[in-house]
């Protein structure tokens, strides 16, 4: 499975954009870029998937560069809610993405 | 029903007890999987069932026994355990085979092994 490097913590201010910065520059051609959110205290969170094009739903925004090595999450508005710990993960396709391997993540903290 | 349900929310336990986690989904989902988790560390896979086989262990201390009654079932069955297997058990579900893997979770059980 291809490794994740992620920066220990950021801070963003609320209402701002929050950009959390993924590299994966070890990630293979069948390997998707998932991000997870863990609230204090609760289970992890779904957010977005992507393999090569950028992608977009009701909580966030992926960018994935041209060559796949790094990828951005974006929360385009950010509230104190969210607060928590983002995991971005690299995971192969069909049953090979059973073993999800969570890395340290980046403790993310919106501030008022 | 979008959820995976957990119980007990917390359990506390001597060494020599045993006693049983449960988790349940009504998603139709065909693969759950059992994490653990330590204070301020990432969650970490111990055992993946795909359509009620299991199709990953993580070399899991014996202690551990995880069993697949039914498909919107699982269980994990604690026996013995140690100080340190005390944390929080994460369990997940997700649709099985298939690019779409994303996994949805419980809230966890709090584990203190006295």
Request: glycine share 6%.
């Amino acid at each position: 499975d291809a490794k994740t490097t992620q920066p220990t913590s950021m801070d963003c201010a609320e209402g701002r954009a929050a950009n959390l910065p993924c590299n994966h520059s070890t990630i293979s051609g069948n390997e998707y870029v998932y991000w997870y959110r863990q609230i204090h205290s609760q289970g992890p969170q779904y957010i977005i998937h992507g393999l090569k094009n950028n992608e977009t739903n009701e909580m966030a925004s992926l960018i994935i560069t041209e060559d796949r090595k790094s990828s951005t999450l974006i929360l385009p508005h950010a509230t104190l809610r969210d607060t928590a710990v983002y995991y971005c993960i690299v995971r192969p396709r069909g049953t090979g993405g059973f073993k999800t391997i969570f890395g340290a993540g980046t403790r993310l903290f919106v501030k008022a | 029903d979008t959820e995976v349900t957990q119980t007990p929310k917390h359990l506390v336990m001597g060494m020599t007890n045993k006693k049983s986690l449960k988790c349940e989904q009504h998603m139709g989902h065909r693969a759950m999987y059992w994490y653990k988790q330590k204070a301020k560390k990432p969650p970490e896979l111990m055992f993946v069932y795909s359509y009620e086989k299991l199709s990953i262990n993580e070399s899991v201390p014996s202690r551990f026994s995880p069993e697949c009654p039914n498909s919107s079932l699982l269980n994990l069955h604690l026996h013995a355990l140690q100080p340190e297997d005390s944390a929080l058990y994460l369990c997940a579900s997700s649709q099985g085979q298939g690019v779409y893997n994303e996994q949805f979770f419980g809230p966890g059980t709090r584990l203190t092994v006295l």
